[in-house]
């Protein structure tokens, strides 16, 4: 069983890989009625998924250099401030 990702990196590469493994593994087969739009429509979940956390990063970063606290940063994430820091501290020059 795979462990879900929890930075920012790794939420990225499996995103990746996920839409890789959709690519390779579900090619239509003929006869197959099975409809493809779910598995489009998921790759394109993930992808954004992606996106937005690296959004996130950015602006997390941004506050940070801009002087807001964690707690502040952890507020608008709907966390707490450490929850926020041990999540996105790595991602933040010092």
Do not use: F, K, N
């Amino acid at each position: 069983m795979m462990s879900m990702p929890r930075t920012s990196e790794e939420i990225i590469a499996h995103a990746e890989e996920l839409a890789q493994r959709i690519q390779q593994e579900d090619r239509p087969v003929p006869g197959d009625r099975r409809d493809l739009r779910c598995l489009t429509d998921l790759r394109e979940a993930v992808r954004s998924r992606a996106d937005a956390e690296q959004r996130i990063i950015e602006t997390v970063t941004a506050a940070r250099e801009g002087g807001y606290s964690w707690a502040s940063i952890g507020s608008q994430l709907g966390t707490s401030g450490e929850a926020a820091r041990q999540r996105y501290g790595h991602c933040v020059p010092h």
